[in-house]
C-alpha cells in the first residue's frame, strides 16, 4: 500500500464536517501561546511521527486528543504505547454522528506506571463508516482492534460493538455482552433508535 | 361395604376424597394453624435484581431486623422458599429468569413487588430494556413504594403479606 | 411457558471430565450476574462473566434529558454511592458551562463524598461478609453503616438517594449544628472499624479463605486496566484523589493505601483502609470548611453557545476511578453520555484469576474485586 492513499483518505475525513475537533483545532491556532507546555510535548511528539496522518483535536491541561483515520489507529496506538508509556484504556465510548454517516469512537488512554503522565488522559479518536440499515457484523462498519495493543479494552470493544453495532476486526471474543440474547432490534445507542414515546 | 366399595383401582381416588372431606371438617382449626406456620416463617429467594437490593441487605441490618416479623434473610436454597421479594427494575434479560425461578419454587408462594421499578418501571419506564412493571410475569402479592423504599416501608409491606395469609383458604394448598 | 428455552438459558453439553456450571443469577454468590465456569473436579478451567441482568439502559435516556433532570437516574447505578457516582458528572456539566463553584460548596461536596464512600464500603464488607459465610461480618457493618447513613439523611434529606451534587454546588446547606454531630458520628465510627481488625482482618478463618487466592500481579492489574482497591492492592500506588486532584483535595492530606500481595485478602483489607483514611479526611475537611457562604451558583445559559465540545472528568469513587465523558452539542440535552465504570473495568480480571482456582473460592475472589454489578451494567 503507497502512504499517500492513506494520507489523502484521512485528510479528506475530518475536514468535511467533523463536528468535535473543529472549534478546539481553531483555538490552538488562535492563541498558541497558552498551550500547556508538557501535553504540547507529547502531541508534538505524535505529530513528528506520523506527520499528517494524525490530526489534533486539542490540547488542554491534561488532555490530548488525537483524531487519526482507522488504517493508522493501530499503528497509532503501538506508539501511544511503546513510546509515549500509556498503558491502559479507561473507557471506549462509540457516538454516532448521523449527519456525518459516520460513528466516532473514542478511546481515553492514561498511564499508572509512569508518575508523569498519572494525571494524563490521551484521548484517541477515530471514526468508522455508518450504514443506514446495519447488520452488525456483516456491514462495512467495521474497525480494526486494539486488544491486542491495549488488553483492557476487551469488553469495551464488545459493549461498543453490541450498542453501536461497531465489529473489531480481530477481536478475539465479538460476542453480546449487555443486551438480552434475542435483542434483533438496532443496536441502542444509535441516534435514530427511538425509546418509548419519544 | 367398605371392602366393595374401595378396590385396589380406586383406592388413590378414595383415600383422595377422604382427605378433602377431612379438611373440610377441620378446615378452621387446621387452617389455622398451617396458616400460623406460614406468616412466621417466610423464606424469600435471594434473587437480586436491581439497586433496590441495598435496602433490601439493610432490613436486614441489626437495625431493622426485619427477621424479628418471621422474614428470615435470603441465603436459603430456592426449593426450600416461599417468598419472592423483587427487588427492583427486571429488564428484558432477567425477566425469563425470573419466571423460571418463580416456577421452580414449591407451593404456597408469595411475591413482594418492591420499588417504583417493579410496579411501573419507575425513573425507567420508557428506556428500550426493562419491564413497565412485573405484573406481566408473576403474579404479584403486595405492591411497597418508593424509590428506594425504605427499610421500613418494606417491613410494613412484609405485615401486609402477613395479614393477608391470614385471611388465606390454607386449604387450597395442603 | 413454551417448551422451548431462549437461547441463553438452554443447557450445555457436558462432557466427560469438563463441566459448565452456571453461577447465578439466582446465587447466594454472585449478585445480579451470571458467571458461567467450566469445571474439571474443583478446579475452574475457564470462566466467561455474563452481565448485562440490570442493564436499564442509562446512556440512552440520558439523551432525551435535560442536564438537571439526567441528575437522579445517573446516581441510580450505585445507589449506596450516590454521591460518587454524580461527582464527575457535574464536574463535566460545570466545566463544559465554566462556572466556578463557591468554597464552601467544594467542602461540602468533600465531606459527602466521603461518608458516601464509607457508606459503600460497609456495604461491600457486610455482602462480603455473606458470601464468605461469615455472619458477624454481615451483621456489624450493616449496622455501623447506619450511622453515617443518618448523618446523610441530617445533611440531603435521603437515606441512600441524594441527589445532592448539582452543577454549581451542592443543593442545601449544611444543617445547623452538622458540623459537630458529624464529628462526633465520625469519631465514634473511626473507633468502632478500628475494632474490625482484631474481629475479621485477623481472624484465621477469613485469613484461610482468601490469603493467596485470585492473585493479581502488578503487571496484570496494569496492562487490565484494573482501578481502585484491586489496582491498589497490586501494588501500584495511584488514586486520583492525590494524583489527579479535583474540588479541594489538593489542600487535604491525602495518604494513599497500597498494598503488595495482591491476593483477595489484600483486597479486602485496602476497602478498610480507605475508610480510616476518609475519616480522616472529612475531620481535616470540617476544620478547613468556610464557616459560611453560598453553597450553590445560579446557572447561566450555555455561554458557548452552538457547538459541539466533549469534556472527560473522574474522580476516586469507592469503588475506583470513575469517568464520565459528556459531548455537548448545545442543546439542553447532552448529545451523549458514557460513564467509565470501575466495575466494569475491573471485570476483565475476572477470567484470568479464576482459572486454577478452586470453586470454593469463586464467591471470595469475585466480590474482592470490588464490583458491583448494576454500576457495571448501567
Ligand atoms: S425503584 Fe429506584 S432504587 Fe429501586 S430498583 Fe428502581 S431505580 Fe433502583
Redesign the pocket.
Known amino acids: 500500500m503507497s502512504s499517500d492513499v492513506k494520507t489523502t483518505t484521512v485528510d479528506s475525513k475530518p475536514e468535511v464536517k467533523s463536528p468535535p475537533p473543529k472549534p478546539a483545532a481553531k483555538k490552538t491556532e488562535e492563541k498558541p501561546v497558552e498551550l500547556p507546555a508538557f501535553e504540547k510535548s507529547i502531541s508534538d511528539k505524535i505529530i513528528e511521527k506520523f506527520g499528517d496522518k494524525v490530526e489534533v483535536g486539542f490540547v488542554k491541561e491534561d488532555r490530548i486528543r488525537i483524531n487519526v483515520g482507522k488504517e493508522d489507529v493501530h499503528n497509532v496506538a503501538e506508539f501511544i504505547r511503546d513510546g509515549l508509556n500509556y498503558d491502559h484504556v479507561e473507557s471506549v465510548s462509540g457516538v454516532d454522528y448521523p449527519q456525518d454517516n459516520e460513528i466516532e469512537v473514542v478511546y481515553h488512554i492514561g498511564s499508572y506506571s509512569d508518575s508523569s503522565l498519572a494525571r494524563q488522559i490521551l484521548v484517541l479518536a477515530t471514526r468508522a463508516q455508518r450504514e443506514t440499515n446495519p447488520i452488525p457484523g456483516n456491514d462495512a462498519t467495521k474497525l480494526p482492534t486494539l486488544r491486542d495493543v491495549f488488553y483492557s479494552v476487551e469488553f469495551h470493544e464488545r459493549e461498543v460493538f453490541e450498542m453501536l453495532g461497531v465489529f473489531f476486526e480481530g477481536h478475539p471474543d465479538n460476542r453480546r455482552l449487555l443486551l438480552p440474547e434475542d435483542w434483533a432490534d438496532l443496536p441502542p445507542l444509535r441516534k435514530d433508535f427511538a425509546i418509548k414515546g419519544r | 361395604m367398605l371392602k366393595d366399595l374401595v378396590t385396589p383401582e380406586n383406592a388413590n381416588v378414595f383415600i383422595g376424597k377422604l382427605g378433602d372431606i377431612l379438611e373440610k371438617a377441620i378446615d378452621k382449626p387446621l387452617g389455622y394453624a398451617i396458616n400460623w406456620g406460614r406468616i412466621w416463617s417466610l423464606w424469600p429467594v435471594h434473587i437480586e435484581t436491581?439497586?433496590?437490593s441495598v435496602e433490601f441487605g439493610a432490613a436486614s441490618s441489626p437495625r431493622y431486623d426485619v427477621e424479628r416479623f418471621g422474614i428470615i434473610e435470603a441465603f436459603g436454597s430456592l426449593r426450600q422458599c416461599d417468598l419472592v421479594v423483587v427487588?427492583?427494575?427486571i429488564t428484558r434479560k432477567m425477566a425469563p429468569r425470573l419466571r423460571l425461578v418463580y416456577d421452580q419454587m414449591p407451593e404456597p408462594k408469595y411475591v413482594i413487588a418492591m420499588?417504583?421499578?417493579a410496579i411501573t418501571g419507575?425513573?425507567?419506564f420508557d428506556s428500550y430494556n426493562v419491564l413497565p412493571g412485573i405484573d406481566g410475569v408473576i403474579p404479584v402479592d403486595v405492591y411497597v413504594p418508593g424509590?428506594?423504599p425504605r427499610p421500613e416501608t418494606l417491613i410494613q409491606g412484609c405485615m401486609l403479606l402477613q395479614e393477608k395469609i391470614k385471611r388465606m383458604k390454607a386449604r387450597k394448598f395442603v | 411457558m413454551t417448551n422451548e428455552l431462549p437461547p441463553g438459558l438452554a443447557l450445555r453439553k457436558v462432557d466427560e471430565r469438563i463441566m459448565t456450571l452456571n453461577v447465578g443469577p439466582q446465587h447466594p454468590g454472585s449478585g445480579h450476574m451470571r458467571i458461567i465456569v467450566q469445571i474439571d473436579g474443583d478446579y475452574i478451567v475457564a470462566c466467561d462473566p455474563d452481565p448485562g441482568y440490570v442493564h436499564r439502559g442509562e446512556e440512552k435516556m440520558a439523551e432525551y434529558r435535560n442536564y438537571i433532570l439526567n441528575i437522579p437516574h445517573l446516581e441510580?447505578p450505585v445507589?449506596h454511592d450516590s454521591c460518587n457516582v454524580l461527582y464527575p458528572y457535574v464536574l463535566g456539566v460545570e466545566e463544559l458551562l465554566g462556572i466556578e463553584v463557591p468554597e464552601r460548596a467544594k467542602y461540602v461536596r468533600v465531606i459527602a463524598s466521603e461518608l458516601n464512600r464509607c457508606i459503600y464500603i460497609m456495604y461491600w464488607l457486610a455482602i462480603y461478609g455473606i458470601f464468605l459465610g461469615h455472619s458477624t461480618m454481615f451483621m456489624w457493618p450493616a449496622g455501623d453503616r447506619e450511622l453515617l447513613i443518618d448523618l446523610m439523611e441530617k445533611m440531603t434529606g435521603a437515606r441512600v438517594?441524594h441527589a445532592h451534587f448539582v452543577p454549581g454546588g451542592v443543593r442545601n446547606d449544611l444543617p445547623p449544628n452538622f458540623e459537630d454531630v458529624c464529628l462526633r458520628h465520625v469519631n465514634y465510627f473511626e473507633k468502632r472499624i478500628k475494632e474490625y481488625a482484631a474481629v475479621f482482618y485477623d481472624n484465621p478463618i477469613l485469613i484461610a479463605r482468601t490469603r493467596d487466592t485470585g492473585v493479581l500481579s502488578r503487571q496484570d492489574a496494569i496492562r487490565f486496566g484494573t482501578t481502585g482497591s484491586v489496582l491498589r492492592a497490586s501494588g501500584v500506588d495511584y488514586d486520583l484523589r492525590k494524583k489527579e486532584p479535583y474540588d479541594v483535595y489538593d489542600e487535604l492530606d491525602v495518604h494513599t493505601n497500597v498494598m503488595k500481595e495482591g491476593d483477595s485478602y489484600a483486597r479486602s483489607r485496602i476497602p478498610w483502609l480507605d475508610m480510616l483514611e476518609s475519616c480522616n479526611i472529612i475531620r481535616q475537611a470540617l476544620q478547613k470548611m468556610p464557616k459560611s457562604g453560598s453553597v450553590r451558583v445560579k446557572l447561566k445559559p450555555n455561554p458557548k453557545g452552538k457547538g459541539f465540545d466533549t469534556v472527560y472528568k473522574r474522580v476516586e469513587s469507592g469503588r475506583g476511578s470513575l469517568g464520565c465523558y459528556i459531548v455537548s452539542d448545545g442543546k439542553p440535552e447532552p448529545y451523549r453520555v458514557k460513564l467509565s465504570v470501575p466495575s466494569f473495568r475491573n471485570l476483565v480480571a475476572l477470567p484470568n484469576l479464576l482459572r486454577g482456582e478452586k470453586l470454593g473460592n469463586m464467591p471470595s475472589v469475585y466480590w474482592s474485586l470490588n464490583y458491583w454489578p448494576v454500576e457495571a451494567d448501567r
Open positions: 436491581a439497586c433496590c427487588q427492583g427494575t420499588g417504583a421499578c419507575g425513573l425507567y424509590c428506594p | 441510580r445507589i438517594t
